[in-house]
Structures are given as structure tokens and as C-alpha cells.
């Protein structure tokens, strides 16, 4: 296996989005790479249609002989297993497939800008040892910057913002273009949506954390990378556009369940938050919910 960038996109009942996010915008790289697509809470059925459509070799079994000279495949799950597992799926596929130095984990519903993006990002990420993650400018639909996120928001400012929300001078965690210059810089965190990993360090840091399911995952795993020596930069250098919510849809109450379940593993694994401050941050949270009706 000659390519040494491997692609994961986990698609969850998002069939015509992952087919042109395959056919339209995968196309436009310049760049040598293997993709794999792992189609989540699907079924046997849809995932040949979809493999079909979108010209990807079908594997029913992952752990059968593959033909190594392909480079583009999918594998299905019938469970629901979210971004972190889903993701760790398709690493895990890749490795049996061939010897990768990064992988880029991409959403479908991505615009890909610049077709030389994956060669820009990987060579950046060639040239620094420390280097582990790195993400390029995220665009979304609302003109804002997905990315960078340079502080850590502990759970008493969270706790305040919950309480009195009007004390809180920015209710969006993305930020207007107009008022960030953005350069290249090391950052805490950078948007799962579209960022590379040296697989090394990704390997070393123990990959995502499966007991997350759709939030907090980039969190996490920059925190699992300091740990193991390794920083997350961003480089507005090269860009996509994130439509947004093809994947994961609008904000019910079963998401906010999830976001709270990660943050509170968040702040109690990786930050090692006490139980009555965690305690205090759920209960601000249902308050919140309650009086401004989230």
C-alpha cells in the first residue's frame, strides 16, 4: 500500500450526502489516499446500495482477506456507534490494510476547497515531531470559524453561564470571521469535521474515547495527545466549508443528554473535577434548561 493518507468518514442515514461528498468533493483532491466509509445504524442492504453508488468496495467482514490494491471501501455496522467508535472502526480497518502515517477524519458534509488540502495538512504535520492533530480553517454556513479553540472552559464559568446566561458575552462557540484574525498557531483543540492525525500519535494516545458517542470527541483526544507529548495546531492556510447538520440534524432532547454525559466524562476523566462541583454543573444545566428553555 503505496498511500499514506487514509480517509474515515462515518456516514449515519446520510446516504445521498456521503454519495456526493464522495463523487463531488473527494474528487477534487490531488493527493493519493484510501478511503473508507463506515456506515452506521444501517443495514446489510443499504450499505451494498451504498457502496455501489458511491463506487466502494462492500466488506461484510472486516477481518476476511481484503484485496490491498483497492483504495476505496466500505464497512457497515448495524449498531449506532456514533462518531468515536465509528471513526476507531475505519482506523482499525485501515490498519489491516496497509501501513498509514495519517488520517484525516472528515464529516460528509464537507466542501472541500483547495484540492491539495490533504498534501498541505499532512506535510505540516511531517515537519514538527511535537505535532499531532492538526485542522484547517472550518468555514460553516452561518460565516463563522468552527475553528480554533485555544482555552480550556472550566465547569464554574459553565456553571455561571448556565445560571445567568446574560453574563455570557458570546452565546456561540464559533466565532464571526470579522472579528478574529486568524493565523497559524498551536490551539487546544480543533473541529472534528475535517482534521489529520500522524496515525502514530493517534495509535499512542489510545485513539478516541469510546465512551463518547457524539460530542466532545476532538476535546478529548487533544487532551489524550498532550498526554502522550504531542500538541493540536491549527493553519488557516487551506479551508473548507461545513454545511452542517446532514449527520447529526437538529438539537433534541436525546443530544443534550449526550452532550452532558460527555462533558461530565470530560471534566471528571480529563480534568479530574470533583463529584460536588460535577454535581453542581448537571444541576445548572436542568436549571438552565428549565428557566431559558434551551
Not at 468555514?139 to 459553565?158: A, E, I
Not at 436525546?254 to 454535581?279: D, E, G, V
Request: with cysteine.
Amino acid at each position: 500500500m503505496e498511500n499514506k493518507i487514509g480517509v474515515i468518514i462515518v456516514s449515519y442515514h446520510n446516504p445521498k450526502g456521503t454519495r456526493n461528498y464522495i463523487k463531488e468533493q473527494l474528487s477534487k483532491l490531488s493527493t493519493s489516499y484510501t478511503v473508507v466509509v463506515v456506515n452506521v445504524a444501517a443495514t446489510l442492504y443499504d450499505s451494498i446500495e451504498l457502496a455501489t453508488q458511491c463506487e466502494l468496495t462492500f466488506v461484510d467482514d472486516p477481518c476476511k482477506r481484503l484485496d490491498e490494491t483497492k483504495q476505496r471501501y466500505l464497512i457497515w455496522s448495524q449498531e449506532n456507534l456514533g462518531y468515536a467508535k465509528g471513526n476507531n472502526l475505519g482506523v482499525n480497518f485501515l490498519e489491516r490494510i496497509g501501513n498509514f502515517a495519517y488520517y484525516l477524519f472528515s464529516n460528509d458534509d464537507i466542501e472541500i476547497r483547495q484540492s491539495n488540502i490533504l498534501d498541505y495538512l499532512a506535510h505540516k504535520l511531517s515537519e514538527n515531531n511535537e505535532m499531532g492533530c492538526i485542522g484547517p480553517r472550518i468555514l460553516g454556513l452561518d460565516k463563522c470559524d468552527q475553528s480554533p479553540h485555544d482555552r480550556y472552559v472550566s465547569p464554574y464559568r459553565t456553571i455561571g453561564w448556565n445560571l445567568f446566561p446574560f453574563l455570557r458575552k458570546k452565546k456561540n462557540i464559533n466565532i464571526p470571521t470579522t472579528s478574529l484574525r486568524l493565523n497559524a498557531h498551536y490551539t487546544y483543540w480543533v473541529c472534528g469535521a475535517f482534521m489529520m492525525v500522524k496515525a502514530e500519535a493517534f495509535k499512542k494516545a489510545g485513539m478516541f474515547d469510546n465512551v463518547t458517542f457524539l460530542y466532545f470527541e476532538e476535546v478529548i483526544l487533544a487532551e489524550r495527545l498532550v498526554s502522550v507529548g504531542y500538541k493540536v495546531y491549527f493553519d488557516p492556510a487551506v479551508e473548507v466549508l461545513h454545511y452542517e447538520g446532514g449527520s447529526s440534524g437538529t438539537f433534541s432532547k436525546q443530544k443534550r443528554r449526550l452532550l452532558l454525559n460527555s462533558q461530565i466524562l470530560y471534566y471528571r476523566k480529563y480534568k479530574h473535577i470533583s463529584k460536588p462541583i460535577l454535581w453542581l454543573y448537571q444541576f445548572s444545566y436542568f436549571i438552565h434548561n428549565i428557566l431559558y428553555k434551551m
